[in-house]
């Protein structure tokens, strides 16, 4: 802190700068981040800039509906005279005050619409921007109804534009939004750090099968003890039990561990009593005792946690869990005061993806970024085999060579197959053989098909009249292929990224 203001470090300053050009040449741009990495930084110094460009420029900012974050980024941004007084409201606001027909949309609709009226431009930042995106939710009629305008990845820069920010915003990136990395400092502490010192634990969700049951517990209580033997009977071990059924073992667990002389106390925090502030205050009184504080029901809470005194963190993960409410829940351990001596017990494969991720991104090697699934945008990896196109002069020389290899020939003519375009199938190396199969088609790019022109102009002309075999090199490459997508960004997925979302 410096003054009435943030001080706002070097590589804050270096994402908001990248935002703020991105933004002369598109109206949308993702501000991407790991958890606890500095966002309000640079959106502070990003709005700080822009009103030094525009003083008339308003800044309508909004993020989920989580008092505590609300609030953290009100107290943050009214640190800024040049922020504070353009902000839209005069304040911080949350999804509800946009959603829901209150006084607060109310106020927001007026001015937005007196804004309007006047060309006065309009940045909105839309925080923690993977929540609240579905294509039928309330979020898209605001930008349809009020705003007249929703976020586009190739939309060109005007009187409204739009900053999302997200630790996972792979809806945004499965529609190709223009993307900054904010580059963690030195002495940040995350996915990778944890994943590096062996802290996080695989563990799943409690089994419905009754023979798993007695495992699962064991391994529970394994668990709880050796973070109680590591940290001498003292500590806050954190758990999320989403469900009633997860409370059965946790329950049961703590009273064996209490029979064999362990002092335990446990303590329910229920989201939906609005009880989690009480969470929070916990964790900063100093333990005396070795304490299991148990979070019900959805898990949310403020972006900083006293995290000195937590000995264990642990995390049901349901099968149907996406991938980016993991990384945000774990996300609170993380950070610059982060306490890289606990262990964290949750889907091991999706944090060590989330590491990949975070690690190329870094590199700003989007390419090779593994896709991962919200709320909103399922993404599944799969490994794919890397062809070549091998070329022969005749039928017979093509032939010959795939009896060499046992496989057996499957003739085919470019300019004859009206069913399918040849000529695009040798353009994006595509094999027919199935898996087991060992059949490859003989392709005659003989002459262009009058049904696909268009492909047989992009072939590479020293093909034309050649026998080809598209072949497997041996390598393999992974691909991300799109299952679902509900976000209101699906219109802006190209088929092609339908199916395959980039490469690695």
């Known amino acids: 802190m410096k003054g009435n203001s943030l001080y706002i470090y070097d590589n804050q300053k ?169 580059r963690p400092g030195p002495k940040y502490r995350g996915v990778n750090c944890f994943l590096e010192n062996g802290l996080i634990i695989d563990f799943g969700s409690p089994p419905r099968n009754k023979s798993n049951r007695a495992a699962y517990r064991t391994e529970l209580q394994n668990h709880i003890s050796s973070a109680y033997e590591k940290f001498g009977g003292k500590g806050y071990f954190v758990m999320r039990a989403s469900s009633e059924y997860s409370k059965e073992y946790i329950e049961s667990v703590i009273n064996n561990l209490k029979k064999q002389g362990k002092a335990i106390e446990h303590e329910y925090f229920l989201s939906k009593k609005d009880n989690i502030k009480a969470f929070a205050a916990k964790l900063k009184v100093p333990p005396n005792k070795f304490y299991i504080l148990i979070i019900n029901q959805s898990y949310k809470q403020g972006k ?85 196109i091998l070329r022969f002069e005749s039928h017979e020389d093509a032939e010959a060579f795939l009896k060499e290899n046992d496989c057996k020939a499957s003739p085919t003519t470019c300019s004859k197959n009206n069913k399918t375009d040849i000529a695009k199938t040798v353009l994006i190396k595509k094999g027919r053989q199935k898996r087991g199969e060992k059949k490859h088609n003989i392709i005659h790019l003989d002459k262009a098909n009058p049904n696909y022109k268009e492909s047989w102009n992009k072939l590479d002309k020293s093909l034309h009249g050649k026998y080809v075999i598209v072949w497997p090199s041996g390598e393999t490459r992974t691909e991300n292929s799109i299952r679902k997508n509900k976000s209101m960004f699906k219109d802006y997925i190209s088929d092609d990224n339908k199916n395959k979302m980039g490469t690695i």
């Open 14 to 182: 270096e994402a908001a700068n990248e935002c703020f050009n991105a933004l002369e040449d598109t109206n949308s741009v993702v501000l991407a981040a790991e958890t606890q990495s500095g966002k309000t930084g640079s959106i502070f110094y990003l709005l700080e800039k822009i009103w030094d460009k525009d003083r008339t420029t308003r800044f309508l900012v909004f993020g989920p509906p989580d008092l505590s974050l609300k609030d953290q980024t009100n107290t943050d941004l009214m640190k800024s005279n040049k922020i504070s007084q353009n902000l839209v409201g005069s304040r911080v606001w949350h999804h509800p005050d946009l959603a829901r027909d209150t006084r607060n949309q109310k106020i927001i609709k007026s001015q937005i619409a007196a804004l309007r009226s006047t060309d006065t431009p309009i940045v909105v930042v839309h925080d923690e921007a993977h929540i609240a995106i579905g294509g039928k939710q309330k979020l898209l009629k605001f930008y349809k109804d009020i705003l007249g305008i929703k976020p586009e990845p190739k939309g060109l820069p005007g009187n409204i534009n739009f900053v999302m920010i997200s630790a996972t915003p792979f809806s945004q990136e499965a529609a190709n939004f223009r993307e900054v990395f904010l």
């Open 304 to 388: 900083r946690i006293n995290k000195k005194f937590i000995c264990g963190w642990l995390e049901n993960c349901t099968k149907t869990r996406n991938d980016a409410d993991l990384i945000q829940s774990i996300g609170r351990n993380f950070g610059y005061d982060a306490n890289p001596s606990y262990s964290i017990y949750c889907r091991k494969k999706t944090v060590e993806k989330a590491g990949n991720y975070y690690k190329h991104a870094r590199l700003k090697d989007k390419g090779a970024m593994k896709g991962m699934s919200d709320s909103h945008t399922n993404i599944s990896s799969e490994a794919v085999v890397v062809n070549d």
